[in-house]
């Protein structure tokens, strides 16, 4: 499982009057999409494309009211935007406007990655009636549904093929592209905004409250994550590998200032308080990059540093599958799953039982026979998975669970001395999976556990070794990933004092390198996140100082230079 170690501010930049961030507008290479005033015609906005600061090119450009709302994409020239009695839709050099027979006042709209497809929730001038439009990007409604309750949010997922909509009584509901309900997903409180990827059928949601939550395929929770306030801005890489969040806070839940990453399985891994509030937010599909918008016209990219950690999974297996009965030669076993099944639904039906009984007493005389001679053989993952699917079968039997036990535990022993023998013959490789597979097959088997420890110890005290030695080369980084992997093996709190130091120590570096390089930006930036974890670095205070003065004389010359440029 990938994790986010740390966030590097690749550049950043004012574009006074563009707008926030919204949609899919950031790609895998670290482009970025946005929309500022064109320099000469009024009420005219440039879409371009920022590869970095000093290569940006113009992709379209578009005349229009202040927006609410702009959603942009980076691979398509589409984009929609949106005002509270207006949805524009832009596309190939043209502005149409979605088509309603009346008045209406718009609450929230979505477009796909590739701008074929638009969906939006709106009320009646009333506002007591809601419903959900779904057309096409030449500004036509293909279909309008009432909808149940007060909506508030609307996202389109699998290139358009599905919508779903968040509700004020914490109802999320999934549509398809034909009106039918695939899903429903109660809250415990009410949903404010949705964000998905886009490739993947996860489905993220925030509250007002600060939870951060996620839905799969079928619309079940995958996990639940409270923050520190309100959800402000939600983004997402494919299948939900990252999850990215603007937040507010207890003492100002309005003003969006923190930044936080959270991984596949919920869990928060990064987090920055920016000195402004944020604005708008976008991640890149793979999950390389974050862009945001801040007040002050501030557009910032980020490089996701990344690190990959272990993630144990049981699977588990089915044997009671839901099949026809096919009770010929040689399929006594699908015979057996399907009658038992069939059993659980109909237990009245005698005759079934009967005839599961007698099939049952045939096919154990086998089991037995096969168990025999894989023993023999050494194949002891088949001999027990013949057992399991016994078991599954009878699983009151005594006999053969006593069995069944001493089965895992002979495993097991096999398991331990295979591992013993690549220990001594230095291949190690291998020896942990097989050593915690002995473990979960066999859990009171005390060598087993003994030998792991010895083995895990033992790489961690390589790692550190490793690390001691890039840290006299000068190779902060490599030994700082030394460090992690020690960590994993054997953690310590000593070396969670090391790893901390040492990263305090690299984002120093890096805001040094910034700062001669005249980087002020990202010197900021590194010395902040060095603050955040070691507020009395004195030297970081006083390279922070000095770099934002010489940030903003930076930026007074550059408005200076302007104004005298249209003097001349």
């Not at 940006?56 to 398509?76: C, G, H, M, N, P």
């Not at 996701?304 to 699977?315: H, K, N």
């Not at 295979?418 to 859990?443: C, F, N, Y």
């Not at 001669?516 to 930036?525: G, K, L, P, W």
Request: charged letters at 25%; hydrophobic letters at 40%.
């Amino acid at each position: 499982m990938r994790t986010v170690r740390t966030l590097q501010l690749e550049w950043q930049q004012r574009l006074r009057g563009a707008y926030p961030l919204r949609g899919y507008p950031l790609d895998d290479q670290g482009s970025l999409t946005l929309a500022r005033p064109h320099s000469i015609e009024p009420r005219t906005y440039e879409v371009i494309r920022i590869t970095d600061p000093q290569n940006q090119t113009a992709v379209a450009r578009f005349s229009a009211e202040i927006l609410q709302k702009l959603l942009l994409s980076a691979v398509t020239e589409s984009f929609l935007g949106m005002r509270p009695d207006e949805v524009y839709l832009f596309a190939e050099g043209t502005k149409r406007r979605l088509t309603m027979e009346k008045r209406v006042i718009y609450l929230d709209a979505s477009m796909d990655v590739g701008g074929s497809r638009v969906a939006a929730v709106y009320s009646d001038i009333s506002g007591q009636n809601f419903a959900l439009v779904y057309g096409t990007f030449v500004g036509t409604g293909l279909w309008n549904m009432e909808l149940e309750a007060a909506a508030n949010s609307v996202v389109l997922l699998q290139e358009g093929r599905r919508m779903a909509t968040a509700y004020e009584n914490g109802l999320i509901l999934l549509f398809d592209a034909n009106m039918r309900e695939w899903w429903r997903f109660d809250t415990e409180e009410p949903v404010t905004l949705l964000a998905c990827a886009t490739e993947g059928e996860e489905l993220a949601y925030g509250t007002q409250t600060g939870w951060i939550g996620m839905l799969d395929a079928e619309g079940a929770r995958r996990w639940q994550t409270k923050v520190a306030g309100p959800v402000h801005a939600l983004a997402m890489a494919k299948e939900g590998q990252l999850t990215v969040a603007l937040c507010g806070s207890e003492e100002n839940p309005r003003a969006p200032t923190t930044l936080i990453c959270l991984d596949q399985a919920g869990q928060p891994v990064w987090e920055y308080e920016g000195d402004v509030p944020f604005t708008g937010l976008a991640c890149s599909p793979g999950g390389e990059y974050i862009a945001t918008s801040a007040q002050g016209s501030r557009f910032s990219l980020y490089r996701v540093v990344s690190t990959t950690v272990e993630a144990l999974s049981v699977s588990r297996k089915d044997w009671r599958a839901y099949l026809p009965l096919v009770p010929e030669k040689g399929a006594m076993k699908t015979a057996l799953q399907s009658l038992y099944a069939y059993l659980e639904e109909c237990p009245d039906d005698v005759e079934c039982w009967q005839q599961f009984e007698e099939l049952k007493a045939q096919w154990m005389a086998d089991v037995q026979w096969e168990l025999a001679h894989l023993q023999a053989d050494g194949e002891w993952e088949a001999a027990l998975t013949l057992l399991q699917e016994a078991l599954a079968l009878a699983p009151y039997d005594v006999a053969l669970f006593q069995q069944y036990v001493e089965l895992r535990q002979r495993f097991a022993e096999a398991l331990l001395q295979q591992a013993k023998s690549l220990l001594q013959e230095g291949q190690a490789d291998t020896v942990e999976p097989l050593l915690r597979k002995a473990i979960h097959l066999m859990p009171d088997l005390f060598e087993a556990r003994q030998r792991l420890q010895e083995f895990r110890a033992g790489r961690a005290q390589e790692a550190d070794k490793e690390a001691k030695e890039r840290l006299e080369r000068g190779e902060l980084q490599e030994a700082l990933a030394c460090y992690e992997r020690a960590q994993a093996f054997a953690p310590t709190a000593e070396r969670a004092q090391t790893m901390a130091a040492l990263q305090v120590q690299i984002d120093f570096e890096l805001g040094k390198q910034a700062y001669d390089r005249s980087r002020y930006a990202e010197a900021i930036f590194q010395f902040r996140k060095v603050l955040q974890r070691e507020p009395n670095h004195a030297e970081a205070k006083r390279y922070l100082e000095f770099a934002q003065r010489f940030e903003q004389d930076t930026l007074s010359d550059v408005v200076s230079d302007r104004f005298r440029n249209l003097e001349e």
